[in-house]
């Protein structure tokens, strides 16, 4: 009886800890199948209780359905190796999940996700999942949400309680930053108090242990911050949806009513309009995968890397061996291809002076920036080499780069003008991006005016890049390995379009300023691509994904 009894229990501890907290007793409510009517939400001194997997996500009614998000966890903030281990176990997580361990198999997750990560340097969930969670969002759900958290500020305060099984690191920043954000439409309306009720991960010497804390939403049912926000309330209310598993959370011990939408329902629910209908803009994200990994999607990555890694060499050996025309053709063949919009300038005719031909000034492009290798595209499209300037390049892609050495800036308004101009009068095509760094969505940074005082005239660029399953940008990741990422994708597509020239000599005439000028070729190019603009910097995006002012020091500027 002894040895039956040894292994269950050694089996709890490993999985739930030493101690379990008891449960609050759950008295008896009101359960309505349907969504939370509006008249509801917009009452004084309501609190709603929802359930992230259940009421907001789409898809994620059971714990088989978050696989993807800790494999996002296992492969962005841990390796490809991690995330085939995850891979290896879903099977069993499948198993549990059936058969009712749901928490088990959350647990058996973030072990393998979690494990051995530093917890100083983990930005996932800032970073990387917001931008997957806000596409699995229900359009239905986040209109109920919005309507209590956006009352009058006459109002007293709304206050949202978001339950998840999943670790709180993993859920807390997206759930603040792009969940309680008032629309901007409403300047008077109240953003509403957001508490979050999730499980923290156990930290050891300042790494993950991969442990979940102990009690589960017992302990968060427990905790000061919770029993704050329900302090007083009388008008609790919960929402989920797909199951019934929010009335056996200890939460519903504070709720007098709960609406749980069925799965018809459910799934009938529709996906949020990208940029258009987010609580919040989703400007900056980070990660290498452009695609959500599920169980199926994770199995063709992983069996297709090292066809990727072999096909990336391919394509840079051949651009690096044949002139352009011929190169565009084989790479296309593979799956890289580009189009082009618009028409080239024409190169202005050398001018004479006593019968000797003067030289001929250099031409400026002007280009938002998405990734890289941007200025290649524009050399292609223009079918004659290019300078490109940049603020930082890794060595790695500076030596790989097909158009030559790129000419680095040093952030110094003078030097960096000086360095430009250089390269114009001696009768170089210049690429610049004034962003100053790369950006995946629909927006564009605010431009650098340096450019506009440079050239009597610029040509504005918009450039599009669409890839199918490696970004090749990051800003927390190895940037050595951003242009082999690119180009081991299986396919993608640049798309290349020359505005009109713009007249920059009013600028250089003193007669308009620099950044007027950056403004207006701004707008331009985001009419163009039907990008908004922003004011948002290179400062803006490194503070948000990694953490750091995105400056790369030179090591002897360190040693200083």
């Known amino acids: 009886m002894a040895k039956t009894k040894l292994f269950p229990a050694l089996f709890s501890l490993l999985l739930h800890g030493a101690a379990t907290l008891l449960p609050p007793r759950v008295p008896a409510v009101t359960v309505h199948r349907c969504m939370p009517p509006a008249a509801r939400l917009a009452g004084d001194g309501v609190t709603m209780v929802v359930d992230v997997e259940g009421a907001l996500l789409r898809s994620s009614s059971s714990s088989r359905s978050l696989f993807p998000y800790f494999m996002l966890v296992a492969v962005e903030a841990g390796s490809f190796l991690r995330g085939l281990l995850l891979l290896l176990l879903y099977p069993v997580i499948s198993l549990?999940?059936?058969?009712?361990?749901?928490?088990?198999?959350?647990?058996?997750?973030?072990?393998?996700?979690f494990c051995g990560l530093r917890e100083s340097r983990f930005r996932a969930g800032r970073a990387v999942l917001p931008r997957w969670l806000l596409d699995d969002v229900g359009k239905e759900a986040v209109d109920a949400i919005i309507t209590l958290i956006t009352r009058r500020r006459s109002s007293p305060p709304a206050t949202a309680v978001w339950a998840s099984s999943m670790p709180r690191v993993m859920v807390e920043p997206f759930l603040r930053e792009y969940m309680a954000a008032p629309p901007a439409a409403d300047p008077a309306a109240g953003g509403g108090v957001v508490v979050v009720a999730a499980r923290e991960m156990k930290v050891v010497w300042g790494f993950y242990t991969g442990v979940m804390e102990d009690g589960g939403e017992v302990a968060a049912a427990a905790s000061p911050e919770v029993r704050r926000a329900m302090e007083g309330v009388d008008g609790v209310i919960g929402f989920s949806g797909g199951s019934m598993g929010l009335l056996r959370s200890p939460l519903v011990s504070f709720c007098k009513e709960v609406y749980v939408?069925?799965?018809?329902?459910?799934?009938?629910?529709?996906?949020?309009?990208?940029?258009?209908?987010y609580p919040r803009p989703l400007v900056f994200h980070d990660g290498r995968l452009a695609f959500l990994p599920t169980p199926l999607a994770a199995a063709a990555m992983l069996v297709w890397l090292p066809f990727g890694a072999a096909l990336a060499a391919a394509r840079l050996a051949v651009a690096l061996a044949l002139p352009y025309h011929h190169a565009t053709?084989?790479?296309?063949?593979?799956?890289?291809?580009?189009?082009?919009?618009?028409?080239?300038?024409?190169?202005?005719?050398?001018a004479t002076a006593g019968g000797e031909p003067e030289r001929r000034r250099g031409q400026l492009y002007v280009c938002n920036?998405?990734?890289?290798?941007d200025p290649v595209y524009v050399s292609i499209a223009l079918d004659r080499p290019v300078r490109a300037v940049s603020y930082s390049l890794s060595r790695v892609s500076d030596l790989l780069s097909p158009i030559g050495a790129t000419v680095r800036l040093a952030r110094d308004r003078a030097h960096d003008g000086a360095a430009m101009a250089r390269l114009l009068e001696a009768g170089a095509h210049v690429v610049v991006c004034p962003e100053g760094t790369t950006c995946r969505e629909p927006y564009l940074l605010r431009f650098s005016p340096l450019f506009a005082e440079l050239a009597d005239g610029v040509v504005p660029v918009?450039?599009?890049?669409?890839?199918a399953a490696f970004h090749g940008t990051t800003a927390g990741g190895w940037k050595s390995m951003d242009a082999l990422c690119y180009l081991a994708n299986p396919r993608m597509c640049y798309t290349v379009e020359f505005l009109p020239a713009v007249d920059a000599s009013p600028v250089r005439e003193g007669k308009a300023a620099s950044t007027e000028l950056a403004n207006a070729v701004q707008r331009r190019v985001a009419e163009a691509l039907g990008y908004e603009s922003t004011m948002l910097t290179r400062k803006d995006k490194y503070l948000m994904l990694a953490g750091n002012d995105g400056v790369v020091r030179r090591r002897r500027d360190v040693a200083k």
């Open 329 to 350: 053709l084989l790479l296309a063949a593979t799956g890289q291809s580009w189009r082009l919009r618009g028409s080239p300038p024409p190169t202005p005719p050398r």
């Open 96 to 113: 549990l999940a059936g058969a009712g361990g749901g928490d088990v198999a959350v647990r058996a997750m973030a072990a393998v996700a």
């Open 369 to 373: 920036h998405r990734t890289l290798i």
């Open 261 to 277: 939408v069925s799965h018809e329902e459910k799934s009938k629910w529709q996906p949020l309009p990208r940029r258009r209908e």
């Open 462 to 467: 918009a450039l599009a890049a669409e890839v």
